[in-house]
């Protein structure tokens, strides 16, 4: 099951200038302006024109991160053109359909009902193309080698719960419908000449995987498997009669697989890691080719099975030593790319690179204001639970002053079945800076480590999963590295409900916590999640506990029904439109502590969702952080 239950992204994270010289844990190098880990990166997003000589990117404006086109034979950026002037939120996502049209996602107020709009560069026109209150849509494809004007949308207009199809024209905003999902479908598999040949269905904890050979056929199961297992379609192969999938059906690790319709069996194994899982496979657009995969040991790897985009990488590598690359995308005929690089210590920056005239050049940086080498490096760590399994993690000391106790900021991450990677981090290098240890940590049930350590986790919430985080800390006080008086707990979404749980059953531990987001009855949250994600409901009781049969369970590793084993300070920071955690549970956790003279400082934000996007509320957020941490950790 791929929900979505991890905390959104902090991309653009900030505080008030001027605050950062008083509060602070006495870090050893100079401190940066706090304003810059956390403000809008100088440009964002870009993606090349498929006829590759136009550039689409994210440039801030009033606040807000907008659309701008820059031309790739001009090197002047303050001639960008700009596209769109919002100003009450962010554009999340957008793509380029042909070389005229740019179709953009944002949604209003965090409420998480994102609406896809066109951008028509050649006119100015902008249209809303799902013009529907309470309802969320998501491009299903872009059928560029289909139709020039029309993209296929799936959205929930109809019925909150599950999403149909729909044909969507950009230039007019015609819509019509192509498949009415009979109730369960979750997934569609499209073809590559555009046709819906695909789709998982929700069946209780089954999942089941639907066929047809063409779409005047109704579907027909070909697959079932349990909620443990993973089948997950992402391709047909070229000649659009295999599919790649993701696949640990017989397994441990998710592996690349070609499966067969006909004889509903395996084709091949095309890619099988040994210790972690395959978390992605990529498709050249314009060969329909198997071009390579992507995983994650400490940090990002990729295996190539395409020589010509690994010539591209590789010779791009050779100029850009210093830090990792990734390609963000290339052109239609895949002969100029759009090229990433990144490390621990840098936000990263973007290059063009044309790969007929072997010509690389640098186009943007990031965050050319956060000086790398007063930065802090992330590196790799690993420990044993007290049950034998082995725990990958990250640990960031302050740069500088070696051989001390530092205080520390554990920081575990949302999902929970999502995991922490090797990359730049803005609050990871923020709490460096002002002097705290952080400690990141891939307790069980963190996806890429195969299906066991998954299953490890199911019903352990505030148990085993947090038994996972307690042995990490102890570890790392054994190693002498962090003040054992000086911990504190901070995190988002299920990172969130981990600290309100290990302030609430291992409270010898820690000084203080900071709930973002976080869960804090899982009775309660489970009947206020949001409608589409009620096909999958059945999975979750078995995944976290069912509300009938596992109650006491439940009750018992529910924070705020414990609240009275709580002593430790705690701030509650929540977005009074999330759809995922509702307010409801941040509000019953600070008006239980309150009632016991508690201290809770309480920030909610009423525009704002799961997590804070808009930068004025970012910059609120951490200057109560900061002041909170400098009271309690930080001297």
Known sequence: MKQNFGIISFLFLSLFLGLNTVFAAKPTVP?????????????????????????????????????????????????????????????????????????????????ENDHLFSANLKTGKIIDLTPFEKTKALLLHDLDDVSENEILVRHNHRDPKVFDVYRINVLTGASALVVQNPGQFTTWLVDHKGKIRGALEAEGTNTNFLYRDNEAQKFRKLLSFGFKDNFEPVSFTSDNRNILALSNLGRDKNSIVEYNPQTRREQKIIYQHPEVDTDALVISKKRKILTHAQL??????????????????????????????????????????????????????????????????????????????????????????????????????????????????????????????????????????????????????????????????????????????????????????????????????????????????????????????????????????????????????????????????????????????????????QGAKDPRVNKAESDQMVEALRKRGVEVPYLVKENEGHGFRNEENRFEFYETMEKFLAKHIGK
């Open 31 to 111: 401190q940066i302006p706090l304003r810059d880990f956390f403000k809008n990166p100088q440009e964002a997003g870009h993606l090349i024109s498929p006829d590759g000589t136009q550039l689409a990117l994210l440039k801030p404006w009033e606040a807000r991160m907008n659309l701008f086109l820059r031309s790739l034979k001009n090197d002047v950026t303050s001639s960008d053109k700009q596209i769109t002037e919002l100003k009450d939120r962010d554009i999340s996502k957008f793509f380029w359909k042909g070389n005229n049209i740019l179709v953009f996602s944002r949604d209003f107020g965090g409420d």
């Open 296 to 573: 994650m040991t400490w940090k990002m790897e990729k295996v190539f099975f395409d020589n010509a985009l690994e010539k591209v990488h590789n010779r791009v590598a050779e100029q850009i030593k210093d830090q990792d690359i990734y390609t963000i995308n290339s052109d239609k005929l895949e002969e100029k790319f759009v090229v990433r690089s990144y490390s621990d210590r840098s936000m990263g920056r973007i290059y063009f690179y044309d790969s007929k005239k072997d010509e690389l050049k640098k186009i943007a940086e990031l965050a050319p204001w956060l000086p790398e080498d007063q930065l802090a490096e992330t590196k790799p760590v690993e420990y044993k639970s007290r049950d034998g399994l082995t725990i990958n993690g990250y640990l960031t000391l302050p740069k500088g002053e070696k051989n001390k106790k530092w205080p520390l900021v554990v920081n575990p991450h949302g999902g929970p079945w999502a995991r922490d990677n090797w990359r730049f981090n803005s609050q990871v290098q923020f709490l460096a800076n002002r002097g705290y240890a952080v400690f990141q940590m891939n307790f069980r049930g963190s996806t890429g480590y195969g299906k066991k350590f998954l299953e490890a986790s199911y019903k352990q919430w505030g148990k085993k999963m947090l038994d996972d985080v307690t042995d990490g800390v102890n570890w790392l006080i054994e190693k002498d590295l962090v003040d054992k008086k000086r911990i504190c707990i901070y995190g988002g979404s299920y990172g969130g409900y981990k600290t309100l749980a290990a302030l609430a059953f291992t409270p010898e531990i820690y000084a203080c916590g900071i709930d973002y987001v976080g869960v804090s009855n899982l009775l309660t949250f489970m009947k206020t999640i949001p409608p589409y994600w009620t096909t999958e409901l059945e999975k979750l009781y078995e995944m976290v506990g069912d509300p009938e049969k596992d109650k006491e369970q439940l009750m018992a590793t529910s924070p705020a029904l414990q609240a009275h084993r709580i002593k430790a300070p705690l701030l509650v920071v």
